[in-house]
């Protein structure tokens, strides 16, 4: 697991042991190590663009909101004033579930974009996750710092600091999935910055998001045929595989990593699905736009090959084989892994402790099996994901999760907030656009960018000789209204 986070920051999302290129877990949709970018094709010349890029660090309040508040914490920061040109704007690049890469500050569309503009960028790494330590480990006491809300506060800060610093006049930030909300939240917060660039942002808080699944079943066939027909097949078999208790076959078929299924207990068996549908959801989440290059069709081809298998349950077993030389499904230990405290525990260095207390706290996004309109059965139950996300790790209740995720909601106001002069890319096989805004925007100064093809943040990326025409035109369209922002 250790090696996998090693090799996460260099490589983005692919797994070098297996032999599809297709995407590491995803726990509760978050990768471990969470959004890093892709590989590039100019990465030579990028690579040599890292010396203009500096750390330092920012003081901010642990609680922007109590006015006795006296405690501080050490925020984290990146710039490049590589093209900074006097009298040029600032572009921030929000860091959101993850530790500020700093391969971002030499990268992708609003990297190109600040050479056009002359801008001088930062990236804030956001508070408890990478070295951003608000306080002494991630408690449930010291969890309660950890909010959109802190957050938001925590940038509004920074950028007025920063502003006055290098007499800055006009600020654009940009995000990319939770840091793609906070992106447009901040122009519905505060009034510091004059637009935001909000990708793939998954604004409406939902409990229950079936609806990932679905978009995962229809990217399926929306690059290979029949292939999620294919894959619904092979979970009914193994579904029937484990109600007749066949431990020899699944054993041989899907090998586990430590000890054998435990039929006696639903959330073991939770868990073992949860695993096998893992691979399918970062595969789409990530996927190239290009059949040729997608990891989903890759994963495709595989189980709609007869070369690969007689049968569908025989398919996915060589799939499986092929990315995971086992499939997890102790739920226990990966609750009590959890549930560690420690900066230096593995679940807290990479964030993902920190990330399951914001969806419990207040996004809910558990991606359960409970709608009919999937590929992967009804085996991942909405109550399996509440209760080994957040009653066994933060001892909270069903109904305080749904609580939580309606006062979010409440608060940013879903798809219908007060957002202006955002543009908000999606993707159509993207399963976070379902809560995203793309269909209307909430208000005439916003700018909607639907991609068909296009996955979770592809639009943030390097431009491409494959990327699809309707990537380009959004991309150009985010280009001149920066322009228009900038006037």
């Known amino acids: 697991m250790l090696l996998k986070l090693i090799v996460l920051a260099t490589v983005a999302f692919i797994n070098v042991n297996s032999k599809l290129s297709v995407p590491l877990k995803l726990i509760r949709g978050r990768p471990l190590g ?106 449930v006491d010291n969890l309660q710092y950890l909010t959109s809300q802190q957050a938001l506060a925590d940038l509004d800060a920074f950028i007025q600091t920063m502003m006055a610093q290098y007499n800055i006049q006009k600020v654009i930030v940009f995000g990319g999935s939770y840091a793609g909300n906070l992106a447009a939240w901040y122009r519905a917060t505060y009034s510091t910055a004059i637009g935001s660039i909000a990708s793939s942002a998954p604004v409406t808080a939902e409990v229950d998001f079936t609806q990932y699944l679905d978009t995962v079943g229809f990217a399926m066939d929306y690059f290979v045929a029949n292939c999620s027909e294919t894959v619904q097949q092979g979970f009914a078999a193994i579904q029937n595989l484990v109600q007749t208790k066949d431990t020899a076959t699944i054993a041989s078929l899907f090998p586990p990593c430590t000890t054998s299924l435990n039929y006696n207990d639903p959330y073991d068996i939770d868990t073992f699905f949860d695993s096998l549908i893992s691979p399918w959801m970062g595969a789409v989440q990530y996927s190239a736009p290009d059949a040729a290059t997608s990891e989903a069709a890759e994963m495709c081809r595989v189980v709609t090959n007869p070369k690969s298998g007689a049968d569908p349950l025989h398919r996915l ?33 990479e964030g993902t402790r920190q990330w399951l207390w914001q969806t419990c706290n207040e996004f809910g996004y558990y991606q359960s099996t409970d709608s009919t309109n999937q590929p992967f059965g009804q085996t991942v139950p909405i109550d399996y994901l509440e209760n080994t996300t957040c009653t066994q790790v933060f001892g909270q209740t069903n109904s305080q999760i749904q609580n939580s995720a309606d006062a979010t909601n409440n608060h940013y106001g879903a798809t219908h907030g007060n957002e202006k002069n955002v543009f908000l890319p999606n993707g159509s096989i993207d399963p976070w656009h379902n809560l995203a805004i793309y269909q209307s925007a909430p208000d005439p100064s916003d700018t909607l960018g639907y991609m068909t093809g296009t996955s979770h943040c592809y639009d943030m990326g390097d431009d491409l000789p494959t990327d699809p025409a309707q990537l380009t035109a959004v991309r150009s369209q985010i280009t001149q209204q920066i322009a228009q922002w900038l006037q």
Request: glycine content about 6%; some cysteine; proline content about 4%.
């Open 34 to 139: 969470g959004l890093v970018p892709k590989a590039r094709p100019n990465a030579a010349a990028q690579a040599s663009a890292v010396g203009a890029v500096s750390s330092s660090h920012y003081t901010q309040k642990l609680d922007h909101f109590d006015p006795t508040e006296t405690r501080t914490w050490s925020q984290l920061y990146q710039i490049n004033n590589q093209y900074f040109k006097a009298g040029g704007p600032m572009f921030v690049m929000i860091s959101g579930e993850a530790a500020a890469d700093v391969s971002w500050m030499t990268y992708g569309q609003w990297y190109k974009n600040a050479q056009t503009y002359g801008a001088l960028m930062f990236q804030l790494e956001h508070r408890f996750y990478g070295t951003s330590h608000p306080t002494t480990d991630t408690s």
């Open 317 to 349: 077993s060589t799939l499986y084989k092929e990315e995971m030389s086992c499939v997890y499904h102790d739920y226990k230990t990966e609750i009590a892994d959890f549930s560690k405290t420690a900066w230096n525990s593995l679940y807290v260095y």
